[in-house]
């Protein structure tokens, strides 16, 4: 039997989900060894675009589409990968809910624009000039840039077959997926590759895991301040994890180094809006309503990663 066609897309991500596949190790040449990879740009391989629309439709056994759709040319690929790839997976958590980077929709493109190119400090440009989709030179040579959009999901833009989170996604987690992948059992489509447990089911801190009541937090604090109990739970501490609601197929790595959970996982079976979710179990954990007052910068801690597949991102209108 002829190898499985993998593709694999970084649209507006930062690489660390390519990482996350090299982070195999030893176990990458076993894959790279049952897989055919037919498209791994622009991080791997010196693949061009017109190479993968060249290929026929649904040659291409899975694909991997890591980061949000930031522009125009990541629109493009993502429905050119939809069309080439029978199983197409939102890779990491800026390919399913946003991402951190999807924060950008908290302001107008004209507003990041303008800040980055205009109004910052170092920038020497009295002019005012910005970048610009189309540019002609010596009146003959057209120079195009990708239109930048809001931060969007991958399945805003095409249908998603499945899902898997993580900031970037574990490589141990990684490597079950694509086991799964391999053997062929996989959850039914639209489901999410994961384990099915929060983090705080795999945290080594938590208090039920240990047999002993669980306290609410008497205070809010912020990661600088203090030194945590290494052996009791953050959030009884009062430092706000959100490991209650968050998967946990990195295996509580944050939580077992005293950091706080932030949600990279993506959302625990069930929960619709991470962020919504988060505020919930958050909420239920102090002593009193006074401390809700207390938590600072609500929108970046509950919709970090979350924030351009939240119902507040689908809302938002300009």
């Not at 596949?21 to 791997?44: C, G, K, Q, R």
């Not at 301040?225 to 009062?238: A, F, I, N, R, T």
């Not at 949600?263 to 625990?268: D, R, T, V, W, Y």
């Not at 979710?277 to 938590?295: F, P, Y």
Request: with cysteine; charged share 20%.
């Amino acid at each position: 039997m002829s190898k499985p066609k993998l593709a694999y897309y970084l649209a507006g991500g930062c690489g660390g989900c390519d990482m996350s596949i090299v982070d195999l190790s030893e176990a990458l040449v076993d894959v790279a060894m049952a897989l055919d990879i037919v498209f791994w740009a622009p991080t791997v391989a010196d693949a061009k675009y017109k190479d993968l629309e060249a290929m026929p439709s649904g040659s291409i056994d899975v694909g991997l589409f890591s980061g949000n759709v930031r522009n125009s040319e990541h629109e493009h690929i993502a429905k050119v990968m939809r069309d080439k790839c029978k199983v197409l997976i939102a890779f990491g958590i800026c390919a399913a809910l946003g991402g951190i980077k999807s924060l950008v929709n908290l302001h107008t493109t004209e507003e990041l624009m303008e800040t980055a190119y205009i109004y910052t400090y170092s920038t020497d440009n009295p002019e005012k000039i910005l970048p610009q989709t189309s540019y002609v030179v010596d009146s003959k040579y057209e120079l195009t840039l990708p239109k930048l959009m809001d931060a969007r999901t991958l399945d805003q833009v095409v249908k998603v077959d499945y899902y898997i989170g993580g900031c970037p996604p574990h490589h141990e987690h990684v490597a079950k997926a694509v086991t799964a992948l391999l053997s062929g059992q996989l959850p039914p489509a639209g489901s999410w590759i994961t384990m099915g447990k929060a983090v705080c089911e795999v945290c080594d801190k938590n208090p039920v895991l240990k047999g002993q009541p669980k306290e609410f937090a008497k205070t809010v604090k912020r990661v600088y301040e203090g030194v945590p109990d290494s052996e009791k739970c953050l959030m009884e501490q009062g430092y706000l994890c959100l490991g209650p609601v968050t998967q946990g197929d990195c295996g509580s790595k944050c939580p077992s180094v005293d950091i706080p959970c932030r949600g990279c996982g993506g959302p625990i079976p069930g929960v619709k809006d991470f962020g919504l979710r988060a505020v919930s179990a958050v909420a239920s954990m102090l002593e009193n309503e006074e401390l809700v007052d207390q938590i600072p910068d609500p929108v970046h801690l509950f919709y970090r990663y979350t924030l351009a597949g939240s119902f507040l991102g689908k809302r938002i209108k300009r």
